[in-house]
């Protein structure tokens, strides 16, 4: 565990349980909301494999939870959609697909909420290994959900951003779009594992996590009046 404690990872190894707690919630939730959304338009593709479940072992991808240790960002299994099942594919396409980062962004809504109304309901009672647990556990689910929010709206494959961006364009551009879709493929996972070129491309990305944050705020401000 010293060898561990000497690496750098986004998350100190100690709060590793907090944060697979997280990843489970967070990922759960934005891959449900995904087969919910495609289920409801009429596509039974996801139900039929069992992803319309609140379930994590349904929706955990292996890889993809590991690097939100090593790297702070991830994904789990993507939600198989056929779009030509639903009455209007492109609206409904784009409905389906955006329900999965909107739901990470109200999580983190929901607890920030949730953090403020134990704090007015008496936290302070509590000891302080069970206050720092609290705070913690809320700080983790807001931010961690912010920054899948963001990072699931890159417009780049396979992320949900660029689902959105095909079903906006017209057929002959986005028939045009797929011809390059490998390589921009490519060009994701060198952002994602070359330091150097993370930083000029994820990183400020990463940045409007805090203004999201601010806005969040602001949001609990007006709702409640007390922060």
Sequence with gaps: MDFLNGLRFPYPVEQWPIVAIVIAIAFTVHE?????????????TAYRQGRVTLNPMAHLDVFGTILIFLAGFGWAKPVPVNRFHFRHPRLMGIVATAVGPLSNLLIALIGLIL???VNQLGLDAAS??????VILFFDILIRLNIVLFVFNLIPLPPLDGYRIIEDLLPNHLRAKLSQYEHWAIFAFLLMVFIPPI???TLEPIFSLTVDIYLILVRIVQFLFGFL
Excluded at 32 to 44: L, M, Q, R, S, V
Excluded at 128 to 133: E, I
Aim: glycine letters at 8%.
């Design 198 to 200: 993370r930083k000029v």
């Design 115 to 117: 953090l403020v109304l």
């Design 32 to 44: 449900f909301a995904h087969a919910y959304a495609a289920y409801k338009f009429g596509d039974p």
């Design 128 to 133: 302080q290994g069970v206050q720092y647990a």
